[in-house]
């Protein structure tokens, strides 16, 4: 059965789009059909990700108002056959993804594929309420840092208010994405904990993504982290993370870079 | 100095992590009806205050200082002379009587609620 995952924050900035490129190309990495979903409506940036910028024709607006359909403005990638990219409009009218429209677009997506992975806008209106509202799953990325949990606090507290598994009395399952991490900053008491940001927020943890240069190499490429070094860091955090989004159980741990003669690859061990 | 400041430097996450918590905690039991709360207070103890006093809306200050048990809320109203308002309807003579009033020197009332 298709799951809906929305890729969610509140906070501008702290890795949303990175991480739904990274999460949906490493479950289609993995064998599954994935579809990425680009909500943030006037400001799209998945594709650009992506490296799909200049295969938009048509976009999400196009098929909710029904001048396309749904296949036309599918974009396939080109390096992973199992994975698409559903791009945002650049229409400035906010107005343009009507309730109906979206319920119809996502109910066509849950039978092609797997996954259905919706990239949210930054927060908390008429748009990030969409990408959110026909969720069965939502990954709130936080970076360790106060207004980011702040603002992660309110996004957990809409999504078991808002979203349509909410009104019907069903359960969403939350998951905390924690990105940017610098475990040496952590351990010398700079920066928020793993810890700290788990018991104020009271979420499952899927994943320490480790602040890494290869974050921005690869939006520079327009390659997911996946794809573009996959034995990186936020690489290797992000195919963890994926694989516990699949039900596995899998050591809690920041994948750092590979370091010393033998290339052991060192990590840092999390509570 | 700076050698001394750089050993005698406190960690700032727990201070980060404090912060949080305290501010998640009013932000969690009040939710969105926090700011309307506020609202509503300042405009039900100004309504009861202008029935007796002549107020100026636009000099209400509404302050909150949210601590981890115990908050206050601060109104800080200017009451310009201090004149009953009942008096206000006697018209004619009483006039020039409350312009000199009120050049007389503007009292300021503060009265104070807290709340736990």
């Known amino acids: ?271 | 100095m700076s050698l001394l400041s750089f050993f005698t430097r406190k960690n700032s996450a727990p201070v980060a992590r404090d912060r949080l918590q305290i501010l998640l905690a009013h932000e969690r039991t009040n939710g969105e009806g926090q700011s309307e709360l506020i609202a509503k207070l300042r405009e039900e103890i100004l309504e009861v205050i202008a029935r007796h006093v002549t107020i100026d809306r636009d000099k209400v200050q509404v302050k909150l200082d949210r601590g981890a048990s115990v908050s206050t809320l601060e109104i800080d109203i200017e009451v310009p002379g201090l004149k009953l308002a009942a008096a206000k309807p006697n018209g004619g003579a009483a006039h020039t009587a409350e312009e000199a009033d009120s050049k007389s020197g503007a009292d300021k009332a503060e009265p104070e609620a807290a709340s736990h």
């Open chain 1, 1 to 271: 059965m298709a799951k809906v995952l929305v890729v969610t924050s509140g906070k501008g900035g702290v890795g949303k789009t990175t991480s739904t490129a990274a999460i949906g190309a490493a479950l289609a990495q993995s064998g599954k059909n994935v579809v990425v979903v680009d909500f943030d409506v006037g400001l799209r940036n998945l594709d650009l990700v992506m490296g799909a910028e200049r295969r938009v024709v048509f976009d999400l607006i196009n098929v909710v108002q029904g001048d396309a359909k749904l296949s036309q403005a599918l974009i396939r990638d080109k390096r992973v056959d199992t994975l698409s990219i559903l791009p945002a409009s650049q229409t400035r009218d906010k107005d343009a993804l009507t309730p109906d429209g979206v319920a119809r677009v996502i109910a066509e997506l849950r039978e092609k594929f797997d996954w259905v992975v919706c990239d949210s806008p930054a927060g908390i209106e008429k748009g990030a309420q969409m990408a959110m509202y026909h969720a069965d799953e939502a990954v709130v990325v936080t970076n360790p840092e106060v207004s980011s949990v702040r603002d992660s606090d309110r996004i957990i507290g809409m999504l078991d208010s808002t979203t349509l598994r909410a009104k019907n009395g069903q359960k969403i399952d939350k998951h905390l994405l924690l990105t940017r991490y610098d475990p040496a900053r952590a351990a010398r008491g700079e920066m928020l904990r793993t810890e700290d940001v788990l018991e104020i927020l009271s979420i499952p943890l899927l994943g320490i993504i480790p602040e890494s240069e290869e974050v921005l190499r690869a939006s520079n490429l327009g390659s997911p982290v996946t794809l573009s070094n996959p034995e990186s860091a936020p690489a290797r955090a992000y195919f963890d993370a994926v694989r516990r989004l699949q039900g596995e159980t899998l050591e809690m741990s920041v994948p750092s870079e590979r370091r010393g003669l033998f290339g052991k690859w060192f990590k840092w061990r999390v509570a």
